[in-house]
């Protein structure tokens, strides 16, 4: 089971809202290389790891992302706080105000809703594990 | 929040990350004993911190409201307000 820390693993404190920045943010929340997608790969892969090195390892990896994911959402959430729709229209992000207001949505940058088509799980360990290299190596 | 909340803070925060990279580690050098000892460390001093972070400041967990007299676990800060880290 999962049980919760109240505070990030990282502190964030962002001084000025900045509704362009949360926009491209966001991917990196709910997009394909997100950490969502981070999260749920590697604890849905754990399931057909073989041996406890890799059941174990897996575990914290996700449960570490999960952490990350809370993170990102805490800076979409300051960046975008006591925004108006008008300030995201001038920075060319108004579509994303338009479906989400100033909330914390997962989608990628270009609206398209978290979608688990962006990652892979399957029977064999090795392709996981290949899988895992691919995505880490694919975070900019 | 006041400058004392936020300084233990940092400092839990820091012990924490520290104690969980040590433990990304052990799942793939379980026998590594100087990381094991260096681990035990880092999770006996986080734990401290927190221990002392709730009795200041209030339940980081939401059994740890257990232990106060009235029950205040849903209080803000919430983690992701800016007034939680500042």
Do not use: C
């Not at chain 2, 209030?58 to 939680?84: D, H, M, Q, T, V």
């Amino acid at each position: 089971m999962f049980s919760y820390d109240k505070f990030l693993q990282y502190p964030i404190k962002i001084t000025n809202p900045n509704p362009k920045l949360a926009n491209y943010i966001i991917t990196q929340y709910g997009g394909p290389n997100g950490e969502l997608a981070a999260s749920l790969r590697y604890l849905s892969q754990r399931y057909t790891m073989p041996d406890d090195m890799t059941k174990g390892l897996l575990t914290d990896i996700g449960t570490e992302e999960l952490g990350h994911l809370e993170m990102v959402g805490t800076l979409v959430s300051q960046l975008s706080k006591g925004t108006l729709g008008k300030e995201w229209a001038q920075m060319q992000s108004g579509e994303y105000y338009a479906d989400n207001g100033a909330a914390v949505f997962p989608q990628s940058s270009q609206g398209t809703p978290f979608n688990a088509a962006s990652i892979a799980v399957t029977g064999d360990p090795l392709t996981n594990l290949y899988e895992d290299l691919a995505a880490e190596a694919a975070t900019l | 929040m006041e400058t004392g909340r936020t300084e233990l803070l940092k400092k839990l925060q820091s012990y924490n990350f520290a104690a969980y990279d040590m433990l990304l580690y052990l799942d793939t050098h379980p026998n590594d004993k100087k990381a094991f000892a260096l681990f035990r460390d880092l999770v006996e001093k986080t734990n401290k911190l927190k221990a002392q972070f709730e009795r200041e400041y209030g339940p980081l967990r939401a059994y740890s409201a257990a232990n106060f007299e009235k029950f205040e676990w849903y209080k803000s800060p919430w983690p992701w307000e800016k007034e939680a880290n500042a």
